[in-house]
Structure formats: C-alpha cells, structure tokens
C-alpha cells in the first residue's frame, strides 16, 4: 500500500516515485476493503487540489497507478464501489466563486499512460471491441491548459464553463468572450445548438513577458503557464482575464443539435453518413475548423497504432521547441460509429488514452534539508537546492515528501541528485546520483520529536510526522483560522484566506483563533481594502456565529481525521465538549462509527494544554456549541440535486435533506431515490427518466417532505 494513504485529506504529497501494490487476493474482499477505501479517499484528495484548487501535488502516473488499482479492486469485488467512489465520477468539486452551470454532455477525463506497453493494451482492446483487426486513429497533442465547454445557439457564444467536476463546471462566459481565438459567432451555417471542448492555454512567449513585467514590478512571477491560464479564466472581473495572454484550441464536439433534437455520441456529433454529418474524428475536426474554431494543425490521421506511436516519439522529441506546454499526445478512434460502439465507462471513453511524455530530468546538489510544517501539521523534509532550470522553470526547492523517502534514497546535504517536476509542475528528487563515500558525507536526515514551529510533541502517522499542535502551532494558524471560518464550520462570511492572511500580516491574528474575537470596526478601518461598513459586516458576522452548533464547533478545531460527520457523531454522543475532552481512546471507539484512527486523533490534540487552552478561550470569548437533535424523518433516502433551485441552494437543500435524515449523491443510478431538478437540468434529470427513477421539482419535494412530517420554510 501506497505511505500516506491513511490521511490523504491532510497529506498532500503521495510518494511519486515509487507505487506497487501486493497482488490482489480475489478471495479475501474484507482485506481489500481498507485499501479501497484509502484509495478513493486519497484520489477524492488530490481531484480537489487538481481540479478546484489548481494546485496540484502529486505526479500524473502515481494518480494514475491509485485509479487503476481501484478500479481493478472494485472489479474484483463489486460490494467495494462505494456510491461515492471516485470511478463513479469524473473529478473534483466546483468552486463557489462562480455560478454553477451543468454541462451539454459529461466532460470524461482520459484513460493514461507514459509506456508504449499501455498504448499498445490500449490498441488490442479497441481491436478486440470493435472485432477487427486494424484500427485507424487521430493522434492531437495533449495542451497543458484549462479544459472548457463553449455553447453556441443559432451560431452566437451562449455559454461558456470550465470543466469543473465534469458534470457540472463553473460558469466563465464573459471570461471566455475576451479570448481573441474564440468565436463569438459560427460560421458556416452552424447547427442550431453546438457544444464543442477546448483548451485555454497561455503560449510560452505570453507567459516569460508577463513574469518579466511582474518582477520588474516587484510582483511574485507566475509559477507555470497552467496556472496562469486556470487562475485568468476563473476571475469574477473580465477586465483582468483580457489582460492575460490568452489562446484556445478546439477538439471535440460534445454535443449537438442539427435541427430534430439533441445527440449526444461518443464525441457528440452523431454521425451515420447523413450530408454534412461528419463520419470521422478528423472530418470532425475539419468541420471545428470550418465553423471558425482554432484547431491545431499539428494532428495527425494514423493508419494503426504503430503510426500513432510514432508520432508521439517525433513530438516528444519537439516538445520543447513548441510554442506552447504540452504533455503528452492524445490517440482516439477515428471512427465516429466505432467511438459509439466502444462507448464508455463512467469517467472515461474506451475509444482514446492520453500517452504521456516521460518527465524532464536534471541534475543539481543539495544545498540543505529543512523541515516545512504545512496547514495540517504535517513536517515535510524539503531540499534547498542549487538552482536548476527543470522543463523552463527554474527550481530551487523541491519536496522530499516523507522521512520513509529520505532514508530509503538516502539523501543529504551537498549531495547531487536528479530531479523533475511531477507532472511538469511540483520539483521533486527522483534519486542520488552522488558516488562520496559515506565518511565524507554528514549524519543521515533525522526528523524532530517536537515541532520546530511551537515546541509541541511530533507523532508519527504512518509514513508522516504530524505536530500536535493543531490550532495552536504558529505554522498552522493560517489554515487553522480559515477553517473555523469556513462554511461547513463556524461559517463566518467575510473570512477567507486573503483576508486571514492580511490580519496575519498586520499581527490582528498572532497566536491562535481566539483572536478572531478581539477584532474590532476601529482594528479594521485603517487596513487596506476596508472600509467603515465592511469592517462592520465581518465583526457582526463573527459575533452572530458564536451561536453555533457542537458539530460545527468540533469540525472547526480541525482535528485530524474528524470531518464533517464524525463531528456530528460526536457532538450527538458527548453533548458537551468538556465531556469530549476528556474521553480516551477506549471511550471513543465504542461509538458507532467512530474508528481507531479517529479516536487517537481526538485524545492527541485535547492531550496538548496549548490546544485545550485554544477551547476554553473561545469559550470564554462567547462562543455557545449547542447540540441541535436531529429528526430522522427521512429513513436514508437517496437524493440527487441537479438544475438552479429558486427557493434554496444547492446546499441550503442538502442540509436540510441531510439533517432529516437522507443522504445528498452526486450521481444518479438505481439506487438513487429521488432526483430533484431545477431550472435547466440536464443529464442527470435524462438519466432518472431512463432508469424510472422518481423526479421531483421543487413543489413536489416541498409536498414530499410536508408529508415526511418536515416543515420547511
């Protein structure tokens, strides 16, 4: 088993460079049924950092490896797909910045691979599928960019969204309209309805003069062209997104409408010989091009696998002469009929592969190992290095991820190593590549027994060293605070991350998250980007949260491996915090669901007197935890939300559904109960018609629930 799998959820840094897996035994489901469950927890992790945070931690071909033993466990022993599993769905959340929009059609990730062997699999299931022997393909190059849908009605731009979790993405049409590239209206007499896939990327000469002008400017550079491309499209005000050196490529069509209702195909345009009516990937990219969108000459039509291979070998070795980051190349069945027939799983089509590149490699010496304490406590050994250009990028720290990591590489300072960066964006040594003799090199890496940060006792969690200070270690304050703030904790609007960090910054925050409770109107006017009536707005929001719930309160201190509902356990079963405090591990494992894990975790942070101290001040500050009894009204009933709500929100619903009883899914099937929709559903709302699932419109949940006995306002 992969280290770290225990607590992915604060563990953002999966080892890369080395994942295997014992075999797995098809006749011991029960052994397998923890790792399946770490598996998916650590997947559902770093879809998040990847997909909404834009901050991803972990290599393309270690995610890789973590989905397909997953999968490979679930087909073994079905009971393990849980309804949540991560191969039920496409990828991460959606930000709540934005408004929430639901795709055409899903928008699937892409089965991947960086081997010619996985290529080659590829090509003999397709073959094996289809029941021929030879299949001719598309081969494009994979852009390092931003994945969006773009909507055109009667030819003019509609709609515009970013991937998000591929079923629903986050609304960016105003962004997207800034984009020169990008149509706004279709040429070529255009079906009534189109809904095409692009990229947004940023070319290399836009981004090296924009980081010129940044640090002319005494301005912090961006770190990639990625990042600059998702963090442009996702900005509320357009003006800045025109500022940005954007472009965008088109490659696929997800759904269209050519005058007698909506197809949706495996690629979207239905094909079938009809005039017009492309029959072939590459006739559908003809037409992309015809219709006005930018298309990238460089793909290529390949007469069978080999042929496809080929043309990644020419353009891995072309990459960086490229005016653009791409990494890898994209090979999908030319044929429209044959992508149809193949047809698709849940989060990917069985008719293309992404085959990756090989990572950049150089060389560089170690300078220093430092210990880094993250948001989450966690020490990470990071290498200070002697500056290295990796892939354009110049690097000079890199994570070593774990202590497990160090000794087996045996790293040191002054050593030489070769490093890379995980999926062309996080630095990381791959190996020592030094040939000095133990005797002339210092003490091997040792790792803390207190925090470096806070004094407080450093315990071990599996591969990790984890302080537990929690939310009174100095290095965790930022994070601390921004989570007591947060929505699913104390919920305290006005007090985000920026604005955390701004008090920081100006020592209004300086030991713990009781001091959120000291600011004041006069505190706040005088700091930038506040005014009289906004300061006010964030000191009544805080004072009007100090009436919470115990459930809220628990999750808000941030103790490891207590989410959300092991809080609600918790507060329904203690009632009290002093009586949480002071229960052992013994006391805590005889409530229902509530393991080991969670139980050692509870005791180590109440066991630290700076953390119990942290309590008793936001007690003392006012904060009232009230356990709020739940009416199990609902038996467990499964619903899913789909569509703009006019009376709640998405969220709003869930909590009230939840609280009542039912369970809140993200996907349809036939265990799904409900299915409520709003204004323009989509998919989900075709899918409960086709599988007989009951679909409720807001009236008629509101009548379901009055009958439950629930009244809601």
Not at 198 to 223: D, I, M, Q, S, T
């Amino acid at each position: 088993m992969t280290p770290g799998m225990k607590a992915p959820q604060d563990n953002p840094f999966i080892d890369p460079g080395d994942v295997s897996f014992a075999p797995i035994d098809d006749h011991d489901g029960g052994h397998h049924a923890r790792e399946a469950a770490d598996l998916a927890a650590a997947i559902r992790y770093h879809d998040h950092r990847y997909y909404v945070l834009d901050d991803p931690r972990l290599a393309d071909g270690t995610y890789d490896a973590l989905f397909r033993r997953l999968q490979a466990l679930e087909e073994t022993f079905p009971g393990l797909q849980s309804v949540d599993s991560p191969t039920r769905r496409v990828g991460g959340a959606v930000k709540s910045e934005l408004p929430e929009i639901e795709h055409q059609a899903p928008m699937q990730s892409l089965d991947s691979g960086a081997e010619e062997t996985d290529v080659r699999e590829f090509d003999e299931r397709v073959r094996k599928g289809l029941e021929v022997d030879s299949v001719e393909y598309v081969a494009e190059l994979k852009f390092d960019g931003l994945s969006i849908e773009a909507v055109y009605r009667d030819g003019v731009l509609d709609i515009g969204a970013t991937r998000g979790d591929g079923i629903r993405g986050e609304q960016v049409t105003d962004n997207l309209r800034t984009i020169p590239s990008i149509p706004l209206r279709l040429a070529a007499d255009p079906p009534p309805m189109l809904a095409v896939r692009g990229e947004v990327y940023v070319p290399l000469e836009g981004f090296h003069r924009l980081n010129r002008e940044r640090l002319e400017r005494g301005e912090e550079p961006f770190a990639n062209p990625r990042n600059l491309a998702a963090g442009a499209i996702r900005q509320l005000d357009s003006s800045i997104t025109a500022q940005r050196p954007l472009d965008a490529f088109f490659y696929d069509v997800l759904a269209v409408d050519w005058g007698a209702g909506t197809e949706i195909g495996a690629g979207g345009a239905a094909g079938g010989g009809t005039t017009g009516r492309p029959e072939t990937h590459e006739q559908e990219l003809d037409l992309l091009r015809a219709w006005g969108f930018k298309v990238d000459t460089r793909s290529r039509h390949c007469g069978d696998i080999d042929e496809a291979i080929a043309y990644h070998h020419r353009l891995e070795a072309e990459r960086d002469d490229l005016p653009y980051e791409i990494d890898g190349v994209v090979i999908k069945v030319d044929r429209l009929d044959h992508q149809r027939a193949l047809g698709a799983r849940s989060r990917s089509p069985r008719w293309a592969m992404a085959y990756k590149f090989a990572p950049r490699l150089e060389v560089t010496t170690i300078d220093d190992i430092v210990l880094q304490v993250g948001r989450t406590g966690i020490l990470t050994p990071v290498a200070q290095l002697a500056p290295v250009e990796v892939g354009g990028v110049t690097i000079s720290r890199a994570s070593l991820h774990n202590y497990d990591k160090v000794t087996e590489k045996d790293i040191r300072p002054g050593d030489k190593v070769r490093v890379t960066r995980a999926g062309d964006v996080i630095p990381y040594v791959v190996e020592r590549v030094d040939d000095r003799p133990d005797s002339k090199r210092p003490a091997a890496f040792e790792m803390p027994e207190r925090c470096p940060v806070c004094d407080a006792r450093v315990v071990r969690d599996g591969a990790y060293f984890v302080c537990t200070g929690g939310v009174s270690c100095g290095a965790q304050l930022l994070g601390a605070v921004e989570h007591y703030a947060s929505r699913h904790a104390l919920d305290i609007e006005g007090l985000g991350g920026k604005t955390v960090r701004q008090f920081l910054d100006e020592g209004l925050i300086g030991d713990s998250i009781v001091d959120i409770y000291g600011l004041s109107v006069e505190k706040l006017v005088p700091l930038e980007r506040f005014g009289e009536k906004k300061a006010g707005n964030l000191v009544n929001a805080i004072e009007a949260r100090k009436d919470t719930t115990l459930g809220r309160f628990i999750y808000g201190l941030g103790i490891r491996h207590v989410g959300e509902h092991v809080a609600e356990v918790l507060a329904q079963e203690f009632g009290d915090i002093g009586a949480l405090m002071k229960a052992d591990v013994e006391r805590l494992v005889a409530v229902h669901e509530i393991g080991p894990g969670s139980a050692e975790s509870v005791v180590e942070f109440f066991a630290e007197s700076p953390n119990r101290r942290v309590v008793e001040g936001l007690l003392a500050a006012g904060v009232t935890p009230r356990v709020e009894e739940r009416k199990k009204l609902l038996d467990g009933e499964r619903f899913v939300i789909t569509g703009t709500l006019e009376r709640w929100s998405r969220d709003e619903i869930g909590a009230i559904l939840e609280s009542a009883g039912g369970r809140v899914t993200s996907s349809v099937s036939k265990q799904t109960d409900y299915v409520v929709v709003g204004g323009k559903a989509g998919s989900k709302a075709r899918k409960a018609e086709e599988l007989g699932v009951a679909i409720l419109d807001e009236d008629g949940l509101l009548a379901l629930l009055q009958e439950k006995g629930l009244s809601v306002a």
